[in-house]
Nanobody
Framework: QVQLVESGGGLVQPGGSLRLSCAAS????????MGWYRQAPGKQRELVAV???????NYADSVKGRFTISRDNAKNTVYLQMNSLKPEDTAVYYC?????????WGQGTQVTVSS
């Protein structure tokens, strides 16, 4: 069973940056398209960034130009570089394998953007 462990969240001021990491146990990581999701209080989980096995990326309009997803298959890790953060980016961030999300969800990492 592949497990996902997200890290790198924290409290940051508007305009600041954070880099999230999602480490997957198991060598099958490289076969999956990976994605970052977020869930704000009282809202549904939304997909914000996707990266294919080959490195092609796609972003939700709300984060386009500010967030960058990348992956290191040798380290079984996917990253999310978040710049120019806004209060509306506040959420718990998760990774998984869109669109089917075949892996068990990790605990997520909390990102709070506030002055």
């Amino acid at each position: 069973q592949v497990q996902l462990v997200e890290s790198g969240g924290g409290l940051v001021q508007p305009g600041g940056s954070l880099r999230l990491s999602c480490a997957a146990s198991g060598s099958i990581f490289s076969i999956y398209t990976m994605g970052w999701y977020r869930q704000a209080p009282g809202k549904q989980r939304e997909l914000v960034a996707v990266i294919t096995r080959g490195g092609s990326t796609n972003y939700a309009d709300s984060v386009k130009g500010r967030f960058t997803i990348s992956r290191d298959n040798a380290k079984n890790t996917v990253y999310l570089q978040m710049n120019s953060l806004k209060p509306e980016d506040t959420a718990v961030y998760y990774c998984n394998t869109p669109p089917v999300n075949v892996l068990a969800w990790g605990q997520g990492t909390q990102v709070t953007v506030s002055s």
